[in-house]
């Protein structure tokens, strides 16, 4: 081959590739809420630089939710007083509404951590409180998919049981005996998201008793509460919480494989009273302990922190 058609084709080669690169550029990968990202159709947003960025998690310019507190509201599905598992029970009830009630985890050292993210109007309170609860007796029977998750809460609001905030995040918290048809158990423990409900943009989530599949979504089974479901599902909350604060439209902050906050540090406790798989905890919180997974502080370069400040265990 002369050397001149050997250039000509290299010449378009490097074209061709060079277009490819261009494509996959143009492409970005965003959160579903779920703990992995998927690859977006839109142009990647371009971040602002009001809120610090490049410690390993970027704001893509969605809001954050800056209120103080932000508020939760629990939505308890199905069977809670005496369901196929003991953790379907008032005990659970009472251990999770602790959680995030007065002495909780809202202004908590671990919350805070959520007061390194922000929009270009404020930045998160790092509090949050638990504001009411209601009930919903198997609306959508036992077989519950993402959509059903929504109409549960659209259903609370416009009742009346439940008011609509705007500031707030609706947690539906299924007995062990529902099964969230789109992957709970197999895919993820629970999820975020928002939805237009009653012409409100509303943040919503999902979170199931994990003693329907203690091997995938409970880190231990001997509890220091007493009820590794509840204990299971506490972990799963604070997981989304933080997400919810800091991502709510799943539009803020992520990084560039579209894991937000809590996504960094999932599964990861940093050190612990007692062995894990022992009743280990790390948090005490509502004259309770907890296992709860360390969040990712935006800060002093960013990593995995049980509090505001404290030492990274892992970056």
């Known amino acids: 081959m002369r050397k001149g058609v050997w250039t000509l084709l290299l010449v378009l080669a ?31 947003p371009v971040d602002p630089y009001s809120v610090t960025q490049g410690n390993g998690i970027n704001y893509h310019g969605g809001p954050v939710m800056a209120g103080n507190p932000v508020n939760v509201y629990f939505i308890w599905y199905g069977n809670w007083t005496n369901g196929p598992r003991p953790s379907d029970s008032q005990v659970t ?3 999770l509404e602790s959680l995030f009630g007065s002495g909780g985890i809202g202004g908590s050292g671990y919350e805070k951590i959520n007061t390194t993210y922000g929009d270009n109007t404020n930045n998160v309170s790092g ?5 009411s609860s209601t009930t919903d007796n198997y609306s959508h029977g036992t077989r519950l998919s993402d959509s059903g998750v929504q109409a549960v809460v659209s259903s609370a609001i416009s009742s009346g049981r439940l008011p609509k905030d705007t500031n707030g995040v609706y947690f539906v918290l299924t007995s062990s005996d529902v099964r969230e048809t789109s992957g709970f158990c197999t895919q993820y423990c629970g999820w975020h998201t928002r939805g237009t409900i009653s012409g409100a943009d509303i943040k919503y989530s999902f979170v199931g008793n994990p003693d329907r599949c203690p091997s995938a979504c409970e880190m231990q089974t001997v509890s220091p509460n007493g009820d590794s479901g509840a204990d299971g599902m506490a972990n799963v909350m604070a997981h989304e919480s ?44 509502g004259n309770h302990n907890w296992l709860i997974q360390m969040n990712w502080e935006n800060a002093r370069g960013g990593g995995c922190d049980q509090r505001l400040g404290g030492t990274f265990y892992t970056r």
């Open 127 to 131: 509090n949050i409180a638990r504001v």
């Open 242 to 285: 933080e997400e919810t604060a800091s991502d709510p439209d799943l539009n803020a902050w992520y990084d560039s494989s579209g894991a937000e906050n809590a996504d960094k540090c999932a599964w990861k406790f940093g050190p612990t009273t007692g062995g894990i798989g022992n009743g280990a905890y790390n948090e005490t919180f």
């Open 93 to 95: 009830v009472g251990l």
């Open 14 to 44: 490097c074209l061709t590739l060079a277009s490819a690169q261009t494509t996959r550029d143009a492409k970005h990968v965003v959160p579903t809420g779920k703990g992995w990202g998927v690859e977006s159709t839109t142009a990647p």
